[in-house]
């Protein structure tokens, strides 16, 4: 039976209800809360090691916790099949820190076959993924590295393809862990700009994790503060630094001075 803390989550894209997770005798997760709606903007803040990107993969089935409970698309995840849950993968989809290309093919197969791996799978004609595919690359300034293979990438430039990967399949659930980090800031900015963009155009729910405060604010104004595997506060970056809290006023001392008024 579902408890009464979660029958609200079950309309949502995706929710953790005060999950609980420890990984190797370390408390990463301690009572985490959050609730994705359709159409929805939020940004996962905090320092590293914080439990962000565990609590991304918690969200879509990587990881099962101890306690609490985990819905996607208005599936409780314990009580999933496999079947079920791969299903649900396809409607969604995730960008990792470190990528996960697949290193033998080139740039634009990889966006292929996470189309065709998505819910809609290969529903468009080929010349249309095509057209698709450049326009997207083009987007992120990858248009020349279509036919090049992971391996010849820089870091920065694999984490772009891996974002295009995402965005290709017109995911109902968007998630990204760390998408600008390493990258100059005019890539970052672009990366947030199209991120913005797509948010228009589409009623996917996004969500992005970072340690950076001014990605997180150029991204949302519904920003979930992360620590020790909690939210600790939530709001625009304008409300949290008005809360006048000595750790946060810590966390956001590293903006820039431009960036503070």
């Given at each position: 039976?579902?408890?009464?803390?979660?029958?609200?989550?079950?309309?949502s894209?995706?929710?953790?209800?005060?999950?609980?997770?420890?990984?190797?005798g370390?408390?990463?997760?301690d009572?985490l809360t959050l609730d994705?709606?359709?159409?929805?903007?939020?940004?996962?803040?905090?320092?590293?090691?914080?439990?962000?990107s565990?609590?991304?993969?918690?969200?879509v089935?990587?990881?099962?916790?101890q306690?609490?409970?985990?819905?996607l698309?208005?599936?409780?995840?314990?009580?999933?099949?496999?079947?079920?849950?791969?299903?649900?993968?396809?409607?969604?989809?995730?960008?990792?820190?470190?990528?996960?290309?697949?290193?033998?093919?080139?740039?634009?197969?990889?966006?292929?076959m996470?189309s065709?791996e998505s819910?809609?799978?290969?529903?468009?004609?080929?010349?249309?993924?095509?057209?698709?595919?450049?326009?997207?690359l083009?987007?992120?300034?990858?248009?020349?590295?279509?036919?090049?293979?992971?391996a010849?990438?820089?870091?920065?430039?694999?984490?772009?393809?891996?974002l295009a990967?995402v965005l290709?399949?017109?995911p109902e659930?968007?998630i990204?862990?760390?998408?600008t980090?390493g990258?100059?800031?005019?890539?970052?900015s672009?990366?947030?700009?199209?991120?913005?963009?797509?948010?228009?155009?589409s009623?996917?729910?996004?969500?992005?994790?970072?340690?950076d405060?001014d990605?997180?604010r150029?991204?949302?104004?519904n920003i979930?503060?992360?620590?020790?595997?909690r939210i600790?506060?939530?709001?625009?970056?304008?409300?949290l630094k008005?809360?006048g809290d000595?750790?946060?006023?810590?966390?956001?001392?590293?903006l820039?001075?431009?960036?503070?008024?």
């Amino acid at each position: 039976m579902t408890s009464s803390l979660a029958t609200n989550q079950l309309a949502s894209v995706a929710a953790l209800v005060d999950v609980r997770l420890n990984l190797g005798g370390r408390q990463i997760l301690d009572g985490l809360t959050l609730d994705l709606t359709e159409g929805s903007k939020t940004a996962l803040l905090g320092e590293s090691s914080c439990g962000k990107s565990v609590a991304l993969k918690t969200l879509v089935g990587l990881f099962a916790p101890q306690e609490g409970q985990v819905f996607l698309f208005g599936e409780e995840l314990a009580t999933t099949n496999r079947q079920t849950l791969t299903a649900l993968r396809r409607r969604l989809g995730m960008q990792f820190q470190a990528g996960a290309l697949f290193d033998s093919t080139s740039v634009r197969l990889n966006l292929v076959m996470a189309s065709e791996e998505s819910f809609r799978g290969d529903g468009r004609k080929k010349t249309a993924l095509s057209e698709a595919i450049i326009d997207l690359l083009n987007q992120v300034g990858l248009k020349e590295a279509a036919e090049l293979f992971p391996a010849s990438l820089s870091g920065g430039m694999r984490k772009r393809v891996a974002l295009a990967r995402v965005l290709i399949g017109d995911p109902e659930l968007a998630i990204f862990d760390e998408p600008t980090a390493g990258l100059d800031p005019q890539t970052s900015s672009r990366i947030i700009n199209l991120l913005n963009d797509l948010a228009q155009k589409s009623q996917a729910a996004m969500i992005l994790a970072t340690t950076d405060p001014d990605v997180a604010r150029r991204f949302t104004e519904n920003i979930l503060l992360m620590k020790d595997g909690r939210i600790y506060a939530q709001g625009s970056l304008k409300t949290l630094k008005e809360l006048g809290d000595p750790y946060i006023d810590h966390y956001f001392s590293r903006l820039p001075k431009t960036e503070k008024s």
